[in-house]
């Protein structure tokens, strides 16, 4: 029996064929992707989900691309001023108490905010861009992304803060 596999795989017509495939079977086993492609060739790749907010964030967040974030956090922040006192984020009165009088808290703060969140989003781009014109050029990339988020993270939760102030809800 041993005497008969040996001569067919010594064979060079039947041999050689049956050796290769072996072989590649053996090779496409091996190097096969743990799952179905995403997208075939010349297929459209499925749209993120974009519906509402939260998911246009969470799909910002998994891609890095916050200055998409900030943008609208800043819209949602001066449509919530708008909202309360019928004037955008940047038409807030210099006056405190002209602005009291409209219906704006902490006017000081909101102003102090719309300025970090504007410092933010160049600091976004340079990040998302890859830009070798950053002004803490010091610092490495994965270094600046990371004193960047943990920047993002204190004023999102100030802005939260002065969306709950002004009663605001989407």
């Not at 297929?43 to 967040?61: G, I, K, W």
């Not at 006056?95 to 009291?100: E, H, L, N, P």
């Not at 994965?142 to 809800?169: I, K, P």
């Amino acid at each position: 029996m041993i005497h008969i596999v040996l001569g067919v795989l010594v064979d060079p017509r039947v041999g050689l064929p049956v050796v290769l495939l072996s072989a590649a079977v053996v090779l496409w086993m091996a190097g096969r992707p743990s799952a179905d492609p995403v997208r075939r060739r010349r297929e459209p790749s499925p749209p993120a989900p974009d519906a509402d907010p939260v998911s246009r964030t969470y799909v910002a967040l998994r891609r890095g691309a916050y200055s998409e974030i900030l943008d609208s956090t800043y819209d949602r922040l001066d449509r919530a001023v708008d909202a309360r006192a019928g004037v955008g984020l940047r038409e807030i009165p210099w006056s405190t108490r002209s602005a009291v009088a409209k219906g704006i808290p902490d006017p000081r703060g909101l102003r102090r905010t719309a300025d970090a969140l504007d410092s933010l989003i160049v600091w976004a781009v340079a990040l998302e861009t890859g830009s070798p014109l950053r002004w803490d050029f010091w610092r490495t990339y994965e270094s600046s992304r990371t004193q960047f988020q943990r920047r993002l993270a204190e004023h999102l939760g100030v802005v939260d803060r002065h969306l709950t102030q002004l009663g605001f809800t989407p």
